[in-house]
């Protein structure tokens, strides 16, 4: 049972990731994915507090990386709820700075 979990992630991740993609306006970063269905989010932007870059061993490989947005927002044991996630994007550090300075 528990090999059953681990392919149904690795299936919804893979079909997960042809279904997403990332903007940018003037005034908000736009989110959007989903497996069978599209969901959208959005973060304005004055609501960024914080913004972080990974690059795991597997993206070095394929140079890839994730971006992180948090805002103020908590859940109810304090704890700071990330707004947005870009995940395996090409260059993240450049997208960082392209980003950054929106």
Request: hydrophobic content about 35%; some cysteine.
């Amino acid at each position: 049972m528990p090999i059953f979990f681990c392919i149904w992630n690795l299936f919804s991740k893979i079909k997960s990731h042809s279904q997403t993609y990332y903007a940018k306006t003037n005034k908000r970063l736009i989110f959007r994915g989903g497996i069978r269905g599209n969901t959208y989010e959005s973060i304005y932007e004055g609501k960024v507090t914080k913004s972080i870059v990974k690059v795991s061993f597997f993206d070095v490989i394929f140079r890839t990386g994730s971006i992180t947005f948090n805002t103020d927002q908590r859940d109810s044991e304090g704890n700071i709820i990330a707004a947005g996630k870009m995940i395996s994007i090409p260059n993240p550090h450049a997208a960082y700075q392209e980003i950054h300075y929106f």
